[in-house]
């Protein structure tokens, strides 16, 4: 999976979906800046949030 890293990130939190999956989500509601990552643990959401506030707006994040 890959994401092109938007301007704005907002705050980033790993939540537990309906499923019971985890996924790395924040607070924006609007679709440009919308941030939806799946993840297997909260161990991996938290290195996918280090890499997404490492990256540069407009680069792509590959997962």
Request: hydrophobic residues 45%; positive net charge.
């Amino acid at each position: 999976m890959h994401i092109i890293r938007p301007k704005i990130i907002g705050t980033l939190k790993i939540h537990k979906m309906l499923a019971g999956n985890w996924a790395v989500m924040n607070d924006i509601k609007n679709p440009p800046n919308k941030i939806i990552v799946p993840c297997r643990s909260l161990l991996h959401g938290e290195e996918i949030i280090e890499k997404i506030k490492a990256a540069k707006p407009g680069e792509t994040i590959h997962f």
